[in-house]
């Protein structure tokens, strides 16, 4: 049973911009916030950014901050990442996550993740 869907990501040019979309199955699949994540070959996993469904709260982490934002559509139940000025230091498998954790999105415990998007950033 699919609950997160992810799509975009691809191929860009250091510089470049590219977006990334996470769509929720269903409430129930949600949480009460939802974050990105990225993994690069031979490197823990990183939090991104983290967004919260009913106040619309953000979190980024500095390594990010300033280039990606995080967005949401309560209606359509999706969360998306616009990625700006990417650098070849961005490549690495993203992944959506949800939580019902209200705080600490960065370590908190995240019950359902996506599919995992590849994003590759060209020098």
């Known amino acids: 049973q699919v609950r997160l869907i992810q799509s975009g990501g691809g191929l860009a040019q250091a510089g470049g911009s590219l977006r990334l979309s996470c769509a929720a199955s269903?409430?129930?699949?949600?949480?009460?916030?939802l974050a990105w994540f990225r993994q690069a070959p031979g490197k823990e996993r990183e939090f991104l950014a983290a967004?919260?469904?009913?106040?619309?709260?953000?979190y980024y982490a500095d390594t990010v901050k300033g280039r990606f934002a995080i967005s949401k559509d309560n209606a359509q139940n999706t969360v998306d990442l616009q990625m700006n000025s990417l650098e070849p230091e961005d490549t690495a498998v993203y992944y959506c996550?949800?939580?019902?954790?209200?705080?600490?999105?960065?370590?908190?415990?995240?019950?359902?993740w996506g599919q995992g998007t590849q994003v590759t950033v060209s020098s």
């Open positions: 269903g409430r129930a699949f949600r949480g009460y916030a």
């Open positions: 967004i919260t469904w009913t106040t619309s709260s953000q």
């Open positions: 996550a949800s939580t019902w954790s209200t705080t600490n999105y960065r370590d908190a415990t995240y019950t359902t």
